[in-house]
């Protein structure tokens, strides 16, 4: 007669969780930078929401003072001169669609040229022979350090020569064909192209020209949108340059216009409802970029292969 031996399963006691102070540390620290970083821009957002008057009552208070859409209005055009005057604000027009328009030209145009002739310059020092080429592109480089503001001048002139000042030609013309970082980036993109691609398209009667637009091209999007969208984004808060050029009426940008705006104090006080409203909308568009491809541009920033 055999005996069938049960073994009860151990029961193990549950384990202790280390507390990992390391990890509860860092989020700390990350959690304190978070705030420090969004707190301005809450701060701006608690600003425009309040009224202009109100603000000095309560300076230290993190919700809106006497909250209102007022500021809002008044930077769209919204409210009337008694309205604005009412709520702190300078009672002057602000003509923000033409300013908007204007922002978008500008940025839009550098965007597409920049893009498009850097790709093209890129592909000329990343996949075409030719003599001197490296030292070339080493001497191009070397303008990453030159300091921008050393160019303002002699383009200024260059642009007054040519009767653009004052025109949105003038304002795009200095940053359109490329600049070195743009060559650079699209650059350390194609370098990683596979060669036998080109190879294959030389074998099929392709020159230089159609390689470039129906192969090169379209392999390079990834990094060409990643690209397009730092430039718009660089150019949308250019401020500099567009004060120089086009500070008029017809030609002015929406952040030349914000400086306009702070400008036009009620009683030697700023609107700082409006001008924080101000800041708000024409941050908008921007910020709507940056978060629909956020993803794409984490990705494709420090991407240098091909396929």
Known sequence: M???????????????RRVRWGR???????????????FPFLWIIRTALSTTRSLPSAPSDLL????????????????????????????????????LRNSAVYATGVTIGQVFFSSMAAYAFARLRWRGRNLVFAIFLGALLVPPIFTQLPNF????NMGLLNTLPGMILPTFFMTPFAVFFMRQFMLGINHEIEESAA?????????????????SSAPATTLAILIFITTWNDYFWPL????????????????????QTPSGSPDWAGLMAATLVAAAP????????????IDSIGYSGGK
Do not use: C, H
Not at 24 to 38: D, E
Not at 157 to 160: A, E
Not at 203 to 216: K, Q, V
Not at 244 to 262: D, I, M, P, Y
């Open 244 to 263: 120089l050029v086009g500070n008029t009426g017809s030609t002015r940008v929406l952040t030349v216009a914000l400086g306009v705006f702070e400008s």
């Open 203 to 219: 074998l099929d009667g392709a020159g230089p020209w159609r390689t470039f637009f129906r192969i090169i091209l379209p392999l």
């Open 2 to 16: 055999s005996t069938v031996s049960l073994q009860q399963p151990l029961v193990r006691a549950p384990r202790r």
């Open 64 to 99: 809106p003072v006497d909250f209102t859409w007022g500021a809002f209005a008044r930077v769209l055009g919204l409210s009337s001169r008694a309205q604005a005057i009412a709520q702190g604000g300078s009672g002057a027009s602000v003509n923000f669609w033409l300013y």
């Open 286 to 297: 921007v910020l709507i970029l940056f978060i629909a491809f956020a993803r794409k541009i």
């Open 24 to 38: 509860g540390l860092a989020w700390a620290v990350m959690i304190l930078f978070l705030v420090l970083t969004l």
């Open 157 to 160: 002139i260059l642009i007054k």
